[in-house]
């Protein structure tokens, strides 16, 4: 019944993209008129919306004629036109929704719809690419639409300087990765003047390969870190204990569903008898697990880690010396990223490689806390369906599926599944030497290096017959981490006939599998051969070669088709169906022809973990034969099931994350907005006063409680928290003995000398200098307390889940410590602030140079974690926040101590006072 009226009415989904049809038809309806103008007309155009939307129009009311004036400048610029699918897709993404659209169909244009009519308001437009490569290619290549129509584009990857960030980040629209937008949020929260910030707030982002950004890698949060003590060699001597200690497995136990690795009793007794045996554990302790050795259990907890759960080639790679995280999502290499609290080391002492430091959390967001910033998000993809729900839940992005421009041609046959990888090995080659022979494209897809380069092993040793000889090695390209470089020209040349490509993953390649080959990346290969051999490409050569290639192109695309187009052979399932789905809608492109099919087996790692021996059980029981395969509709549907299963407990991963993540959102919003007004404040100093009177309430409540007796009061303690705090030497013993007196009036005169301390020391400096130091050292105070509650939040959060055993929920409690400490954090913020401004002395000194080197910025990912990046941001001064701790005496030149902080330094250097000579240390 219900399929009866899903026919007859037609899904939600249906009826909701039926909806815009109304508009395409206005849009279409324009195409005439605006064909008829001139370049400069389409161009007038932008000034035209703009003022319109000073007149208060709205984007909603311009959406039709703005779509048809991108449309028109996209034909004449890059030839090519938008399908009228795609101006439903861009009204997807207008409203703040996930369209859903198949491999090829052109997501990357149909961006330029919303985009355009969103920068129009002058705010900003934010497009998020899943790797730097793709930001430059697409704001190059989207670019050229926008800067026709009039607008500025911006790109935002490594190791752009502070400058061209922010002029990037000053463009109509700016593309790049998500963690350099989430770092440079961070960064924008650390610095010490307005001037120094890059970013211009969140109005409108649209996130490409939107499941893969805001899914995969939300896993994890962004980090921003500095480095802790070396401690290198107690990383080698426990990777030692615990290398000799798995050569023993009833020393352990590993659960490979959860990815955890737990000592066993019998473990726990070796490990602590074989660290007393090298005298590595604290004297006069009880064992392993006193309170002295928790630094020493850590070790051993995260060397275990290193050595059972995560695999070379699979979770990592060792390229020159140096540990390279694989994203397992993508298969890409992750330079720059580390794994957190030790685990990076751990795997650096396990492959022999150099230990660098450990890190401290300076500032940190989640991917989803960082994204619901944005006023309006919006996302594209080919494959979100599978989950729309938490999509939903989390991000209030309703997904919406795009009808393809043609009608799907491909064909997804059953899973094969046999019960050996030799076995599946035998018929996985077989597969690819079938289309070999008949010069069909195939793109095989593994799930680790590891795997890729054992099949490409087999291939190249693989021996058949062909035109009555017996050839050795089937020709093949294979496309992983190890060749992240030459990716493009793998992926484009993969639907050449006869092309066999290996590839680990396909998530967000980027570049589509064109049959018979891709024109553009030719022609650009051809120029970067010519120019390397100091030939200037001629025009008219260049069109020749063109043209020939373009014949080349479609005799081979001719052949392909009469071959059944690509095919797509999957050697295992994901546990991600979205990761097989993208696999899949590899081939297909645009109404082609193709097929797809997954090659299994009992030892695959879904399988075995989840069904392995029953499964095998119950092909032994069919009698099932060596070199044989069960292919079912219900196998299809069983494997489907585990993989929902792993879904869901990775959605549970990332809610539980963002969960506990919400608890510190409202302080971190409140910590990073006051921080933000401190520096757009020229005067801090009634503020700085507040501040004080504070400091010497909370003193005098905590020493003197106003409801005690006089004879109960701690004046001992009171005067020496003044003079700790305040720097006054103060007769509080005697104002105490004095009849009749209050704590309030003690109060008052504690006030009063503090006040004229703090006038008296305001002139040793000029005013504008003193509001300057008021500033930088407010600020500084709110990162170190800022830093140090990160802190106790990350060791609350690593052992507040032991509250459960008492029936108590963890996340409440969680809330309530994280509460009490944010108090303390307000209360030591006064406190210290106070204690710096009133006793620390002044000094004028040489800055230091380049107070931005050693910035680290870490990602960590689902199976991989992001590094903290060490941040030695620089206060106006130019220095390190403990640097600037403490300030002894020094002097300048004669005459330069009255120079203005923003005035050139008498020097002649060039820079500001405040940045050379005048910098306080």
Request: charged residues 25%.
């Amino acid at each position: 019944m219900l399929g009866f009226a899903r026919k007859l009415f037609g899904s939600a989904n249906d009826r909701q993209v039926k909806a815009f049809a109304a508009q395409v038809s206005k849009i279409n309806a324009l195409e005439p008129a605006m064909s008829a103008l001139s370049d400069e007309q389409l161009r007038a155009k932008t000034t035209e919306f703009k003022d319109r939307l000073a007149k208060g129009e709205t984007l909603d009311a311009l959406l039709v004629e703005a779509f048809a004036v991108v449309r028109e400048a996209s034909k004449r610029v890059l030839g090519q036109r938008h399908y009228d699918v795609q101006m439903v897709g861009g009204m997807i993404l207008h409203k703040g929704g996930i369209a859903e659209m198949r491999t090829g169909e052109g997501k990357t244009l149909v961006a330029t719809l919303p985009t355009y009519l969103n920068a129009l308001g002058g705010k900003g437009v934010h497009v998020i690419t899943v790797n730097d490569y793709l930001a430059s290619r697409d704001a190059e290549w989207m670019g050229r639409v926008y800067q026709f129509l009039g607008l500025s584009v911006g790109v935002i990857v490594n190791g752009l300087s502070q400058n061209q960030r922010q002029q990037s980040y000053r463009s109509d629209i700016t593309y790049g990765t998500n963690n350099e937008f989430g770092f440079d949020y961070l960064r924008d929260n650390l610095v010490y003047d307005v001037s120094e910030m890059v970013q211009r707030g969140h109005n409108f982002v649209i996130v490409d390969e939107v499941d893969s950004i805001l899914i995969d890698e939300a896993r994890t949060p962004l980090i921003i870190s500095g480095p802790t003590e070396d401690r290198s060699e107690l990383y080698k001597i426990v990777d030692l204990i615990v290398k000799e200690l798995i050569l023993d497995k009833t020393n352990y136990e590993y659960d490979e569903k959860q990815r955890q690795v737990l000592l066993t009793e019998i473990g726990q007794e070796n490990v602590e008898n074989m660290l007393i045996a090298g005298n590595h554990l604290g004297e006069d302790t009880a064992g392993l697990y006193d309170a002295a050795n928790v630094s020493i259990v850590h070790h051993v907890n995260q060397a275990l880690r290193a050595n059972v759960i995560y695999q070379r080639d699979k979770d990592y790679i060792v390229k020159a010396g140096e540990i390279i995280l694989i994203d397992e999502f993508t298969g890409r290499m992750m330079t720059g990223r580390r794994l957190s609290e030790g685990l990076h080391q751990a795997i650096e002492a396990k492959e022999g490689a150099d230990i660098q430091p450990e890190n401290q959390t300076l500032a940190s967001v989640t991917i989803q806390n960082y994204f619901r910033l944005y006023k309006k998000l919006s996302g594209m993809t080919g494959t979100a369906a599978t989950e729309a729900q938490e999509f939903g839940d989390i991000y209030k992005m309703d997904v919406l599926e795009v009808p393809t421009n043609r009608p799907i041609a491909r064909i997804d046959e059953d899973d094969e599944v046999y019960r050996t990888a030799a076995e599946k090995n035998v018929a996985i080659i077989k597969q690819i030497e079938d289309c070999y022979r008949r010069g069909q494209p195939i793109l095989v897809g593994t799930v680790s290096i590891e795997k890729s380069e054992q099949l490409s092993e087999l291939l190249a040793e693989h021996r058949f017959e062909i035109d009555g000889k017996t050839v050795k090695g089937i020709p093949h390209s294979v496309l992983n981490a190890r060749y992240h470089d030459q990716e493009a020209l793998i992926v484009a040349d993969a639907g050449v006939p006869g092309a066999v490509t290996i590839a680990t993953n396909m998530a967000g390649r980027g570049t589509d599998i064109q049959l018979g080959g891709n024109v553009e990346m030719h022609m650009a290969k051809w120029r970067q051969e010519q120019l390397g051999l100091g030939i200037e490409p001629d025009g008219k050569v260049e069109a020749q070669e063109k043209a020939q290639f373009e014949q080349q192109i479609a005799d081979a695309k001719a052949h392909a088709l009469r071959e059944g187009g690509l095919y797509v052979l999957g050697t295992e399932r994901h546990e991600s169906r979205r990761i097989d789905n993208q696999l899949r809608g590899r081939t297909g492109r645009q109404g082609d022809p193709g097929k797809s099919k997954f090659f299994l087996c009992c030892e695959d790692d879904l399988l075995r973990i989840f069904a392995g021996d029953r499964l095998d059980a119950i092909m032994r029981s069919f009698g099932v034969q060596e070199g044989e395969a069960i292919t079912h509709k219900w196998l299809n549907s069983a494997i489907a099931t585990a993989q929902k299963r792993v879904e869901q407990r990775n959605y549970e991963i990332r809610k539980n994350l963002l969960k506990y993540d919400d608890v510190v959102n409202d302080q971190r919003k409140a910590v990073f907005e006051q921080r933000q007004e401190f520096m757009e404040a020229q005067d801090l100093s009634a503020f700085i006063t507040e501040m004080r009177k504070d400091t010497i309430e909370d003193l005098v409540n905590r020493h003197l409680p106003p409801k005690a007796y006089a004879e109960q009061w701690d004046v001992e303690g009171l005067t020496e928290r003044v003079d700790a705090i305040l720097g006054l030497q103060l007769p509080i013993k005697e104002w105490a003995a004095e009849e009749g007196i209050a704590n309030e009036e003690i109060e008052e005169r504690i006030n009063a000398a503090a006040d004229a301390r703090a006038a008296e020391r305001e002139t040793i400096l000029s005013t504008e200098q003193m509001r300057s130091v008021e500033k930088n050292f407010l600020l500084q105070m709110i990162d170190l307390q800022w830093r140090e509650h990160l802190m106790h939040l990350d060791h609350l959060r690593n052992v507040i889940g032991l509250r459960g055993y008492g029936q108590r929920d963890p996340l409440n409690e969680y809330k309530t410590e994280a509460f009490s400490l944010f108090e303390t954090l307000l209360g030591n913020l006064r406190t210290n602030t106070t204690r710096w401004l009133m006793t620390v002395e002044f000094q004028y000194a040489e800055p230091e140079p380049d107070p931005l080197a050693g910035l680290q910025e870490i990602h960590m990912d689902p199976h991989t974690g992001e590094n903290e990046r060490a941040l030695s941001l620089a206060a106006a001064g130019g220095l390190d926040a403990q640097q600037r701790s403490a300030l002894p005496v020094s002097a300048l030149p004669d005459g330069w101590e009255r120079t203005s902080r923003n005035a050139p330094c008498p020097c002649g250097s060039g820079k500001k006072f405040k940045h050379c000579h005048g910098s306080l240390v």
